[in-house]
């Protein structure tokens, strides 16, 4: 149980930002929230986690809520490449990485 | 490149026929996980291992078993595969620590005639 919710689909245009959310209503203070995507035909890669403050990396933007109930995936300019599933995932301890159902995410030339 | 390698990327057997899949790492990474992943759905997690500490979850069938003879290696063994097993099988590697990202292998496509 990946313990997190995320939309089936989402759609966006090319070279406009994308918001990816995810929920985790129920994530505990010692939780990170991870988030990969996979790429059609390959296996899952990493794009970004974060605890509590807002994380930048080359590829996307983490931005998570005060209350640590929710969080967003930004890529701020979308490409064709971009296209994927996304997973948001909850990890603590030594738990490993367990994979909610994704947000397909199709990207409009 | 430091790199999760699955051999091979495609493998057919028949029903029940037992068939061995294989992933090897250059990480250095402690820890090893396998995960199914079946047509539109999520991988889903079946074991890993932290060094040579095994851990099944709970809902992984006894037809599904795994070995790591040393730190690079890591086998999944299908003893007795069913049409239901045809599946990508994904191996990942990690540092230990649920902070750590994990390394994702490009996967083996199992077929079962």
């Given at each position: 149980d990946?313990?997190?919710?995320?939309?089936?689909?989402?759609?966006?245009?090319?070279?406009?930002?994308?918001?990816?959310?995810?929920?985790?209503?129920?994530?505990?203070?010692?939780d990170?929230?991870?988030?990969?995507?996979?790429?059609?035909?390959?296996?899952?890669?990493y794009?970004?986690?974060?605890?509590?403050?807002?994380?930048?990396?080359?590829?996307?933007?983490?931005?998570?809520?005060?209350?640590?109930?929710?969080?967003?995936?930004?890529?701020?300019?979308?490409?064709?490449?971009?296209?994927?599933v996304?997973?948001?995932?909850?990890?603590?301890?030594?738990?490993?990485?367990?994979?909610?159902?994704?947000?397909?995410?199709?990207?409009?030339? | 490149d430091?790199?999760?390698?699955?051999?091979?990327?495609?493998?057919?057997?028949?029903?029940g026929?037992?068939?061995?899949?294989?992933?090897?790492?250059?990480?250095?990474?402690?820890?090893?996980?396998?995960?199914?992943?079946?047509?539109?759905?999520?991988?889903?997690?079946?074991?890993?291992?932290?060094?040579?500490?095994?851990?099944?979850?709970?809902?992984?069938?006894?037809?599904?078993?795994?070995?790591?003879?040393?730190?690079?290696?890591?086998?999944?063994?299908?003893?007795?595969?069913?049409?239901?097993?045809?599946?990508?099988?994904?191996?990942?590697?990690?540092?230990?620590?649920?902070?750590?990202?994990?390394?994702?292998?490009?996967?083996?496509?199992?077929?079962?005639?």
């Amino acid at each position: 149980d990946a313990k997190t919710t995320q939309p089936n689909s989402m759609e966006s245009n090319e070279e406009e930002p994308v918001h990816l959310p995810c929920n985790h209503s129920t994530i505990s203070g010692t939780d990170y929230i991870h988030w990969y995507r996979q790429l059609p035909s390959q296996g899952p890669e990493y794009v970004i986690h974060g605890l509590t403050s807002n994380v930048n990396n080359r590829m996307a933007s983490l931005a998570i809520a005060e209350d640590r109930k929710s969080s967003t995936l930004i890529l701020h300019r979308a490409t064709l490449r971009d296209a994927a599933v996304y997973y948001c995932s909850r990890t603590s301890g030594n738990t490993p990485l367990v994979f909610g159902k994704g947000t397909r995410l199709s990207v409009i030339a | 490149d430091a790199m999760v390698i699955q051999n091979p990327r495609y493998q057919v057997t028949q029903f029940g026929k037992p068939v061995t899949l294989s992933c090897s790492q250059t990480l250095n990474h402690n820890v090893m996980y396998w995960y199914q992943q079946k047509s539109s759905q999520a991988p889903k997690l079946l074991f890993h291992y932290y060094d040579k500490d095994f851990n099944n979850e709970a809902d992984t069938p006894d037809n599904f078993q795994s070995r790591r003879p040393n730190t690079s290696f890591c086998f999944l063994d299908i003893r007795s595969p069913g049409l239901g097993d045809a599946a990508m099988y994904l191996c990942a590697t990690s540092r230990q620590g649920s902070y750590n990202e994990q390394f994702f292998g490009p996967g083996t496509r199992l077929t079962v005639l």
